[in-house]
């Protein structure tokens, strides 16, 4: 399967005539968006609100058909054995394809490319010898800055042609990573295609080592379901959540760059703190104990805890008229709302409206003909809304956390039996806030309060929602999220193994539960596609330390001499720092971004003698750029980053970082398993046993 480059513009060259069809397509692209921008809808709306809702629309149809001038419009070719979907006579022609991005059709509506997502595109991920999908011939095209110059042939029915790996492939895998993430749409292997389509009604965990193509999985298979569900997903919404926001950040362009412009993307965080604002932080032990399953029976005990049953009855005046509503029936209703376990807040809007009909059944034996209006008077007079004050009482969430958090005795006698005296204690405020607005609210809280609001008032529910580094979610975080696609879909991204928070899953059945999608799917990708097989073996070292029974990653990519540990001999901080400075201009010598990686505490010494040195650096998530390709990686924000090159600083200051040792480990192990082409290790101090 060799590839091809050529410089000849014959017609004969097959290099020129793909060339010739790339420029068709940009200009039949040209022609769809200036279609686009030439509708006129003034006659075809009936007022101005529906104008402006198609003129959104139709700008978002612009957006999407912008032509990215190093983005190939297509990168793949297929040419069928018959004609698809069709029945064709004996030795008749097949048909071709050009697969892309996204669809472009010329003047007459004939497709000149095809979207990656349509089902007539999904055997140029699938076909194989072994089982071709009526493809005779795969044609891969390699681009440089967007223009064509190379394309390699695959003949999936020619016995006599031996089976080769891609080097156009294997090139676009191993591209330097300069900029933000990019798709993969072009790379995809059959195992990720599989997960990429599965359908939108089942929930899907991956588990996939360093390298193996999770998060970008995920995101495809949000533009595949985009594609195939887009009236539905529209209505009720998609979300990405991510770690952080240096994270959110890299994969930003991955949607746009495949024509998906309205996929919203947040952290936990954002989600959870629309009315309190984070400023508190909490130790790791109240931080274990808030994200704990089990406070949610301890929300709920408290927000339960308001209702009362009544003690005297209910006396409704209806103008010279008095109805009795019995103390012993209003308690009925009261019990049966409880037993119903409804939302709190549902239950105190729909006792009044209990109490009014009750009101109404005497009215119709005593001769009357009440209607809706009548009960709905009945439900709001003095009466009926001074016992509902009583028995079922409206409750502010956040209060009521702030009471839970303050009161040892409020929190102990609704944690009774969940949480043991220790751990009420850790997570009693010793400072309590006066009010909601001046408490030093945590993180934590936050997730806590938004547990509360779904007790009295459901949370809206997405179509579809994905979620990074779920490893590192705690049970109430995992609530939080599954709150948000309750009536909806999840695609579950993580990887054990990189688990570094204190309340880290141990597995995914128990993190899928938590989620409210006990049935999902659990796909595991253990093909390693961007670290260099040297790496990944040696991160693997630690493996059975901190994820006992997890498979290792088995990296397809053979980079000799990509892994240098290097022991510094003068063991001092200007000699380490020294020697990092070193490592990362070496790097900086080979094309591609360059990452130093760092124990938090090591990072403000770095910088320093980093700007020393007179190199200037970028922060995580801040865009790499041809001229300023070094970033400064604390090692808390290196998950889910990737850089060609990665200079790693003393190993075990990585784990002296964490609380405790296997999050240490762990840290180290995503630190180790950044780097596409190559790592430098350097350390003045031992390296950590597990290491070897």
């Known amino acids: 399967m060799p590839a091809h480059e050529h410089e000849s513009d014959t017609t004969t060259d097959p290099l020129a005539h793909e060339r ?225 926001k240096s994270f959110l950040h890299y994969i930003e362009q991955v949607l ?182 001046s408490a030093k609210w945590s993180a934590a809280d936050a997730v806590l309060i938004d547990e509360a609001n779904d007790l009295v008032a459901r949370t809206h529910s997405l179509g579809h929602v994905v979620i990074d580094e779920a490893q590192d979610l705690s049970p109430m975080q995992y609530r939080a999220v599954g709150r948000r696609c309750s009536t909806g879909s999840a695609t579950v991204l993580g990887d054990l193994a990189q688990g570094t928070t204190p309340w880290s899953t141990q597995s995914w059945d128990q993190a899928l539960h938590h989620l409210g999608k006990s049935d999902a799917v659990v796909e595991e990708l253990t093909a390693g596609f961007r670290v260099p097989r040297e790496v990944i073996a040696y991160a693997s070292r630690l493996l059975p330390v901190i994820s006992p029974g997890l498979a290792a990653v088995e990296s397809v990519r053979e980079s000799p001499g990509s892994l240098s540990v290097r022991e510094v001999g003068a063991a001092t901080a200007d000699a380490l720092d020294a020697a990092v400075v070193a490592a990362c201009e070496e790097s900086l010598e080979q094309e591609g971004s360059t990452g130093l990686i760092a124990a938090d505490a090591r990072i403000p010494a770095l910088a320093e003698a980093l700007t020393a040195a007179g190199h200037t650096y970028l922060s995580p998530g801040q865009e790499t750029t041809a001229e300023s390709r070094l970033t400064l990686v604390p090692a808390s924000l290196a998950k889910g980053l990737e850089y060609d090159y990665v200079v790693l600083d003393e190993p075990a200051a990585v784990v002296d970082g964490e609380p405790d040792e296997r999050t240490g480990l762990r840290r180290l192990y995503v630190a180790l398993t950044r780097a596409v082409s190559g790592l430098i290790v350097l350390h003045a101090a031992p390296l950590p046993q597990e290491l070897g």
């Open 20 to 244: 010739a069809h790339l420029a068709a397509s940009r200009a039949a692209l040209r022609a769809m968006r200036e279609d686009a921008q030439a509708l006129n809808i003034r006659d075809v709306t009936a007022n101005w609100v529906n104008a402006a809702v198609l003129q959104a629309q139709i700008a978002d149809r612009i957006k999407s058909l912008a032509d990215l001038s190093h983005t190939p419009l297509f990168f793949g070719r297929l040419d069928y054995l018959h004609v698809v979907g069709a029945a064709q006579a004996e030795g008749a022609e097949g048909e071709q394809f050009y697969i892309g991005r996204r669809h472009v059709h010329d003047a007459d509506g004939d497709p000149m490319v095809i979207d990656w997502r349509a089902p007539v595109s999904q055997p140029f991920y699938r076909a194989s010898r072994k089982d071709p999908l009526d493809v005779g011939q795969r044609r891969r095209f390699g681009y440089t800055g967007g223009e064509l110059t190379a394309y390699e042939d695959e003949h999936l029915t020619d016995p006599s042609e031996a089976a080769q790996t891609s080097k156009l492939l294997q090139a676009e895998i191993e591209r330097p990573r300069v900029g933000p993430m990019r798709d993969i749409v072009a790379t995809i292997q059959p195992e990720q295609d599989e997960i990429v389509r599965s359908d939108l009604g089942g929930t899907v965990c991956v588990q996939g080592g360093p390298g193996t193509g999770k998060t970008a999985v995920g995101l495809h298979r949000v533009a595949y379901l985009l594609y195939a569900h887009r009236e539905r997903l529209a209505r009720t919404g998609t979300l990405v959540i991510g770690p952080n």
């Open 256 to 437: 746009p760059a495949l024509g998906e412009l309205e996929v919203k993307q947040a952290t936990v965080e954002d989600l959870v703190t629309a009315q309190v604002e984070v400023r508190g932080a909490d130790e790791a032990r109240a931080a274990v104990v808030k994200g704990d399953a089990r406070m949610a029976e301890v929300l709920r005990r408290a927000i339960r805890s308001h209702v009362t049953m009544p003690a005297e009855p209910v006396m409704v005046v209806r103008g010279s008229r008095r109805w009795r509503v019995p103390a012993y029936e209003i308690e009925e209703m009261v019990k049966e709302l409880l037993a119903r376990d409804m939302r709190y807040g549902a239950a105190h809007e729909a006792l009044p409206l209990r109490i009014a009909h009750a009101v109404l059944v005497r009215m119709e034996e005593a001769g009357e003909a009440p209607d809706d209006r009548v009960q709905n008077a009945v439900a709001r007079t003095p009466a009926v809304k001074a016992a509902v004050k009583a028995i079922w009482p409206a409750v502010e969430p956040s209060k009521l956390v702030l009471r839970l958090l303050s009161d040892p005795e409020f929190l102990a006698a609704h944690a009774d039996g969940l949480l043991s005296e220790d751990e009420q204690k850790a997570i009693v405020w010793t400072k309590p806030g006066r009010s909601v607005k």
